[in-house]
């Protein structure tokens, strides 16, 4: 099975930047389907990025383009998200997640999942 681990959360004021990662194990992982999730406090667990396992293919929520940019560094087993011109509306939980079949949308089609690192974006 894919271990994941994020890093990265912290506080940061309205229109800052931050680095998020994901380190990931096991032997499959380069060819595993990343995803970026976040969860806000009494809302549904939501899409944010998602990258194929060769990059070819990246997808952002409509709320994300333009401002974050997903990434992965297939050869340390990493995956990051660059987060720039941050909202208050960013606020929240923000998992690593991977799937084993298809880039989806949809936290339903990710097989492992991270404990997720808390991102607070202040006013």
């Known amino acids: 099975q894919v271990q994941l681990v994020e890093s990265g959360g912290g506080l940061v004021q309205a229109g800052g930047s931050l680095r998020l990662s994901c380190a990931g194990s096991?032997?499959?992982?380069?060819?595993?389907?990343m995803g970026w999730f976040r969860q806000a406090p009494g809302k549904e667990r939501e899409f944010v990025a998602g990258?194929?396992?060769?990059?070819?293919?990246?997808e952002f929520a409509d709320s994300v383009k333009g401002r974050f940019t997903i990434s992965r560094d297939s050869a340390k087993n990493l995956v990051f998200l660059q987060m720039n011109s941050l909202k208050p509306e960013d606020t929240a939980v923000y998992y690593c997640?991977?799937?084993?079949?298809?880039?989806?949308?949809?936290?339903?089609?990710?097989?492992?999942w991270g404990q997720g690192t808390q991102v607070t974006v202040s006013s």
């Open positions: 990258i194929s396992g060769g990059s070819r293919f990246r």
């Open positions: 096991g032997r499959t992982f380069s060819s595993y389907v």
């Open positions: 997640a991977a799937s084993s079949t298809v880039m989806a949308m949809s936290a339903r089609e990710y097989n492992y």
